[in-house]
């Protein structure tokens, strides 16, 4: 009998395509010792099971919050933690805007290598971008990559958000697995990523659950683009207008599309969100390290072998028990929408920006002193003990 069954009642990992970071949480079902585990330190969660490619994967997370019985001696319930991904969501991210003449040009790798100084997590190997893909501090345009990030999460979204743009690719997304290397994926031209198959019959399913949801059709978008929006673009679904009615979607407005471009965007609106979105929870008996963003198909299931679901969220859940025959099983969320996968759009481009700029700009304290002779105001800045030039001659 191994002292983990003696102590352990439940174990939860959840792993999120929405959030970049992995949740561990472990309830006790014998209460550990006060000095057991404290915040901030480090533990790991080994998952054996044969169902898994190697036959185990390993998880280690920071400890972030204890529950402790004061009336038991302050011994430890449950301990809950975050994977190493969560320094993305603690550390923000600023790179400087420029003049044209002190520009500077990266790849998309070492830009990405920049955000994640001194967050310890590192780029999965096997991972390639397009290097002919640059981006610069002082354009105008969509190749612009420069400002403010509250989170360095919020970086890598708004980096790969451009480089999708650039590269043509159709979905792609990213995160950080469960060993802490930083992963993506990626189709372009309708190529599919990886797949799974899964067949109704077998001993491992023990929940396929679906739901057919129409709440959110749009089977009418126009789309703007160019200065003053001077390019338009209107796509219809007239089936799905006769079926479900009118349905109109927010204008999508882009200043840096060609009309080609734009008109591809609203098709591309109208193909995804003209037909219902069909969203399924399917829990498998054992470990199963399907990664978020894999393609999972019901080859002969009746009803659903034409549709290809996506992996938006996992859950891996355990019930250690003294026998080994406890509850062990994971639980896939499941959608066919293709707006979960999916990154930021051109507005966080503009404000991330924006907000390097405003830095330069707050309120400070000083006090004015007028230079009559060359036309000008100083302002001896309390703070830094800058001067400021408020007006130029």
Known sequence: MSSENEVLAVIDIVDRMSDAVTEMTIQCKTPLAPDTYDTGEV????????????GYSVVKGTVERVKRDDLDNN?????????????LTKQPFKYDCTKPE???????????????????IKIG??????????LNTSSTGIDRFCGSWDTKKDAIDQLFSQYVKLSGVSKFRWYVDLSGYLRWFETKNNRMGSQIYIFEDQDN??????????????????????????????????????????????????????????????????????????????????????????QINFPNNPNYSDINFTITDRTFHAEPTASGDGAIYTEFNLSTDETVISIVNEFDTIYAAAKTEADKVKCQVGTAQ????????????NDTGTVENLRSP
Not at 43 to 54: A, H, K, R, S, Y
Not at 102 to 120: A, M, Q, R, W
Not at 370 to 381: E, F, I
Request: proline letters at 2%; aromatic letters at 8%; hydrophobic letters at 35%.
């Open 43 to 54: 533990f790991q969660i080994n998952l054996i099971d044969p169902t898994l490619q190697e």
């Open 370 to 381: 007028a230079d009559a002779a060359n036309g000008r105001v100083l302002v001896y800045v």
């Open 102 to 120: 002190n520009s500077k040009t990266n790849s998309v790798l070492d830009l990405l290598n920049l955000i994640l100084t001194d967050t310890g």
């Open 205 to 294: 399913v023990l929940t396929f659950l679906v739901t057919k949801d129409a709440t959110n059709i749009v089977n009418d978008q126009k789309g703007y683009a160019g200065d003053n929006n001077s390019l338009t673009a209107h796509a219809t679904d007239t089936a799905s207008i006769a079926k479900y009615g009118h349905c109109i979607g927010p204008d999508i407005t882009e200043s840096d599309m060609t009309q080609a471009q734009l008109n591809a965007r609203v098709q591309l609106e109208i193909d995804q969100k003209s037909q219902p979105v069909y969203t399924a929870t399917l829990k498998l008996r054992g470990f199963y390290d399907y990664e978020k963003g894999t």
């Open 75 to 87: 011994r430890i319930y449950e301990i809950y933690g975050r994977n190493i991904a969560r320094m």
């Open 125 to 134: 190997r096997g991972q390639a971008l397009s290097q002919d893909i640059t």
